[in-house]
């Protein structure tokens, strides 16, 4: 895909997602596709910045991230006419996907810290739904990564929905509400079991 | 040799192996029986990490991606519980999910806490090998009954394709 040329990679998109929901309809699908549709060109701008050897970890709504990521057509369509639309994966490509909301966030939160490990100057690309970016795994994923430096972005797609359930209305209407915490320090003085002196028992 | 100095051999053993990590909380600092265990491995091969242990082991997914060899460290079979979605949906499935594209290997080390001298509630001695054994098809699960099947069974990890889970017994640590 030339993603230079955004109206055509667009076009592209769309025309692929059409041909799976024609298979889908004609009953050649047997499992669940999550079609993608309306998000093209903050993907095709995002994915400009993504190299062939970065890693993409996606979710299961895969289809625009593998093709994006330069995994052809063909195969991409052969794995959802095979059943694996809810988890496109290809090593070659360094491309993930899992069909557990959150799961592949701390899968890439390793392999950026390998990448850093190794001083390697490729990139994590970590994709979320908007319910998975309220999620308790993606305030540990991004909390970790900030504070260790990892060469990792995570990119939240919000539709507002999680299946059919409103995210921000299952959460609470009241967004700026805040829970009551109370936070003090102290010194602690024993051990964390135990009071510091040996026992025979 | 007492069932921790076999412990002590196997991860000695385990960390002459360039590509191996070892992560999990009290690798780097004491607090856990496992961490005397690990006191003599250079502290570049050991990560500290926060309690987040479904994170910790998708982390160590993560690394796995990338040809280390992590072994994640959960003190206590009771903590491990917590990480039991990764384990089950992603170590165990990857392979599977993925058509044979991803294959990670994981070495999962915990431990069903002793209730001698001390008895440390429910929460802290709890043995579910039987319950990850009928969850796994893909992971080795071993409980180490003896010394002598440690070192061998961590060797035997190192080696396989497949990722394992191996379970060690605290009131065992200072016997024979």
Redesign the interface.
Known sequence: MNLEDIAETKQELINFEEEIREAYESGKIRAPVHLCRGNEEPLIKIFKNIKKED?VFSTHRSHYHALLKGIPKEWVRD?IL?K?SI?L???DYNF?S???VG?????????????KL?GSLNHVWAFVGDMGAEMG?FE??TK?SGRNELPITFIVEDNGLSVNTPTQKAWGDCKNGKANIIRYSYERVYP?HGSGRFVQ? | MTYKDELTKAMNFLAENDRVLFLGQTVNYSGSAIYGTLEKIAISKKIELPIMEDTQLGISIGFSLKGYIPVSIYPRMDFLICATNQLVNHVDKIEEMSNNQFKPKVIIRTAIGSRNPLYPGVQHCSDYTDSFKSMLKNVDVIRLENSNEIVPTYKKALKSDRSTLIIELSDMYNQE
């Open positions: 890693w794995e095979n694996r988890s994966n290809n090593s993930f899992s069909a557990i799961g592949s966030l701390p899968i890439a939160v390793g392999t950026a810290y390998a990448l190794e795994v540990e994923c970790y964390h028992f």
